[in-house]
């Protein structure tokens, strides 16, 4: 079975701009959470989605939003970027019911400038 | 509130036992996970325990659950340089569909 892949890995951008990131879950999942990793905050989520609606979403301003469509792929955005954005975003694919075991993709890696 | 709090260093010789310490807060119904980071890569599933359960074993890793001290930790026997890593104590409440992990661990192995 091949595993969560994200897209990109690595991406510049500038203050002010806004970002797209894909994450794209293991066959089958239809659960993908995010997260934002700083070495600061550590492991921040940001919100889960199943079946294409939002379960749940962490403490994060209203310019980080996502998706989920009916493949279960998933995207999310971040518009207005602030340097503070710069960071590891990892996406997690899940069945989506208890356990809620989580198979993390590699990550992107933003940094605004 | 959920929190998980976990010690942020540890280093042990190849081939002793590790043990990394965890600690959470919230009482509900709830999964407790173990994940493994390495450089440069994304969390990698370890283990993970529900809360009705005193002890899970699975080859090299022990995890143990105290319930009343909300205190969970992972033993790695034999530790090897390949162990490592940065190691994430996570907490899931059931029916909450929010994962909430600790700083992490990072686990030095000397030769």
């Known amino acids: 079975k091949a595993g969560v892949t994200q897209t990109p890995r690595y991406l510049i951008k500038t203050r002010g701009q806004q970002v797209t990131l894909s994450c794209s879950p293991i066959s089958g999942h239809r659960s993908v959470s995010w997260y934002q990793q700083t070495p600061g905050q550590g492991l921040q989520f940001l919100f889960e989605?199943?079946?294409?609606?939002?379960?749940n979403k962490g403490n994060f301003p209203g310019r980080f939003s996502g998706r989920q469509f009916s493949n279960s792929r998933s995207e999310m955005n971040v518009s207005t970027l602030e340097l503070g954005d710069s960071a590891l975003y990892l996406c997690?694919?899940?069945?989506?019911?208890?356990?809620?075991?989580?198979?993390f993709g590699p990550g992107t890696r933003l940094t605004v400038t | 509130g959920e929190d998980v709090e976990q010690s942020l260093f540890l280093s042990v010789r190849e081939g002793d036992s590790s043990v990394i310490n965890c600690t959470y807060t919230d009482s509900s119904s709830t999964y407790l996970y173990w994940y493994k980071q390495e450089p440069g890569a994304g969390l990698q599933l370890l283990t993970y325990?529900?809360?009705?359960?005193d002890m899970k074993q699975d080859q090299r890793l022990t995890v143990l659950l105290n319930k009343k001290d909300k205190h969970l930790s992972l033993r790695i026997a034999d530790t090897q340089t390949g162990d490592s890593a940065i190691y994430f104590c996570a907490e899931s409440i059931t029916g909450g569909f929010k994962t909430i992990f600790g700083a992490g661990t990072r686990l030095f192995v000397k030769a």
């Open positions: 997690a694919s899940s069945p989506g019911l208890a356990p809620y075991e989580q198979y």
């Open positions: 989605y199943f079946s294409e609606t939002q379960r």
């Open positions: 325990i529900f809360s009705n359960m």
